[in-house]
């Protein structure tokens, strides 16, 4: 059942999970963050945070950043390594779904 919140900065709903794992993410999100048809998305998991959803080129311009030298100003709270790692990560996926093209 989805139910669209008061403000169009906010939305609350849900979505069910098929036999094969995929959802769909529902349009006023989709048009709330400009996301169309042939967007690349990150999933990023942590078992104890959640999931996070976002475009690939939001985590590219942020890659780009740590690569260019401003992992701490960034993430102060990760390490040097954990930022590069996370940036070479990113760097990674865009390489490979680029591949695919």
Known sequence: ???????EDKYMGSVKVGP??????PKEIREMFEINSGDTLVILADSKKGI???????????????LNGRGK??????SE??????AKGIKKQKE???GKK
Do not use: C, L, T
């Open 1 to 7: 059942m989805k139910n669209k919140m008061e403000k």
């Open 20 to 25: 094969k794992g995929q959802i769909v993410i």
């Open 52 to 66: 996070a959803i976002e475009r690939m080129s939001f985590f590219n311009k942020i890659a780009d950043e740590i």
């Open 73 to 78: 100003e960034i993430y102060p709270e990760h």
């Open 81 to 86: 390594e954990d930022s590069m790692s996370f």
């Open 96 to 98: 490979d779904e680029e």
